[in-house]
């Protein structure tokens, strides 16, 4: 396993040898959905420059200081975050002429809180759906090696002008991830494949795709995982009820929205129907399509009822473990062996050491396909 370290304003480049022998510990914690996070620890002279240069830029009089952390196993290289940083803290060392520089960030979602829109003249999109709105926020963080990925929704909204015409709310970020949430999709930057390029994804959780190699647990020398455990809860779901409003009668029309589309299928074959409706009655007062797609966003908060975590020796496993992918499960029972998705990943690297430690969830008991690769 070999670890690369880029550092710098705007374009980073690898940091020297002597930087790179004082990193002691390197914290990463990838969400499906959220931004991702970054703490690196460093043991360091009093003396060293690294001090004055990362406290500058936790105090904000360096604005944009770039981290991008790399890892290679077997021969792979995977960007783990591109962020820049936001925190530093200096804490006493072992003895008085070292101490040790803490250095936390985010990913490049911080770069897009740093100015609020909201209430300045000239920000309206007028007759553009969200989709459009979000391709034009993105294109102006170009310059970040961010590629905007926006899948359209199913039923686009095109605002009429003289109806309604959306005008931005708060910083670049919480629009663009208030839009997604009003279709039931998410919004997250996905660091590489190269360092210094990322993808800004706007779309539906995409549950479908070639699972990653099997966690094994209890399967002697196959086993690849150190912990490994499941819980269900068959109440967590709840089926969202909208209300279609005929314009000639003003009878308003409940119509049930499932949790489950194309690319959300059920990896478990038993599990129970939702025990609870939520009726969503502002919904009459919309349009069709809005009250559909507000709709189709409660459906989406619904909870998988299966949830798993562990941790894992990559070295052992043999390669890195990816959020928001299927992973194979075999060792732990009929019940939760099968296909699961990856909701989070925290990787630890240390000296002659890297674990990750996951969280894992679909909807349903007992697998869906009949043999889980390995």
């Given at each position: 396993?070999?670890l690369?370290?880029?550092?710098g304003?705007?374009?980073p480049?690898?940091?020297?040898q ?11 914690n990838a969400?499906d ?6 703490t690196l620890?460093?043991?360091?002279s ?12 936790g105090?904000?009089?360096?604005p944009?200081?770039?981290?991008i952390v790399?890892?290679?196993?077997n ?13 530093t ?8 002429r070292?101490?040790?520089l803490q ?19 000239g920000?309206?999109y ?9 391709a034009?926020l993105?294109a102006?963080y ?7 990925l926006?899948?359209p929704?199913?039923?686009i909204?095109?605002p009429?002008?003289t109806?309604r015409?959306?005008?931005?709310q ?7 991830r208030?839009?997604?949430?009003r279709v039931?999709?998410?919004?997250y930057?996905?660091?590489?494949p190269?360092?210094g390029?990322?993808?800004a994804?706007w ?10 190699p099997?966690?094994?647990?209890d ?10 455990s ?8 709840q089926?969202p009820?909208v ?15 499932p949790?489950?589309g ?11 129907p939702?025990?609870?409706?939520r009726p969503?009655?502002e919904?009459a007062?919309?349009s069709?399509q809005?009250?559909?797609l507000?709709?189709?966003a409660?459906?989406a ?10 941790s ?11 959020p928001?992918q299927?992973v ?5 029972g009929?019940?939760f062996d099968g296909?699961h998705?990856?909701?989070q990943?925290?990787?630890t ?9 996951f969280?894992l ?11 889980v690769?390995?």
């Amino acid at each position: 396993m070999h670890l690369t370290l880029l550092v710098g304003p705007v374009v980073p480049v690898p940091v020297p040898q002597p930087v790179l022998d004082a990193l002691t510990r390197v914290e990463v914690n990838a969400p499906d959905e959220g931004a991702g996070a970054f703490t690196l620890q460093f043991t360091l002279s009093v003396q060293s420059p690294l001090h004055t240069l990362f406290l500058l830029s936790g105090g904000g009089v360096v604005p944009l200081l770039r981290v991008i952390v790399v890892v290679t196993v077997n021969g792979m290289p995977q960007v783990l975050i591109d962020g820049v940083v936001t925190r530093t803290e200096v804490v006493p060392g072992a003895d008085q002429r070292h101490t040790t520089l803490q250095v936390t960030g985010d990913d490049l979602t911080a770069v897009m809180t740093k100015l609020e829109f909201s209430g300045l003249p000239g920000l309206p999109y007028p007759a553009m759906p969200a989709e459009a709105i979000v391709a034009l926020l993105l294109a102006k963080y170009a310059f970040l090696g961010i590629v905007p990925l926006v899948i359209p929704s199913i039923a686009i909204d095109v605002p009429i002008p003289t109806n309604r015409i959306p005008t931005q709310q708060g910083s670049d970020l919480e629009y663009i991830r208030l839009l997604a949430e009003r279709v039931g999709y998410v919004f997250y930057l996905d660091p590489g494949p190269l360092p210094g390029m990322s993808t800004a994804y706007w779309g539906p959780k995409i549950k479908v795709g070639v699972p990653q190699p099997a966690l094994n647990a209890d399967m002697d020398a196959a086993s690849n995982v150190d912990e490994l455990s499941f819980s269900y809860d068959g109440n967590a779901r709840q089926l969202p009820v909208v209300y279609i409003q005929n314009e000639q009668t003003k009878v308003p029309l409940p119509l049930p929205i499932p949790d489950i589309g194309p690319l959300n299928p059920p990896l478990g074959l038993i599990d129970p129907p939702p025990q609870q409706f939520r009726p969503l009655p502002e919904t009459a007062k919309y349009s069709p399509q809005r009250a559909l797609l507000l709709g189709m966003a409660e459906a989406a908060k619904s909870a998988d009822t299966v949830t798993g975590r562990g941790s894992l020796d990559v070295v052992r496993y043999g390669r890195v473990l990816k959020p928001r992918q299927l992973v194979g499960v075999r060792g732990v029972g009929p019940a939760f062996d099968g296909l699961h998705y990856v909701t989070q990943v925290r990787h630890t690297i240390r000296r002659g050491e890297y674990r990750q430690s996951f969280q894992l969830s679909r909807k349903g008991l007992v697998s869906t396909v009949p043999l889980v690769p390995s």
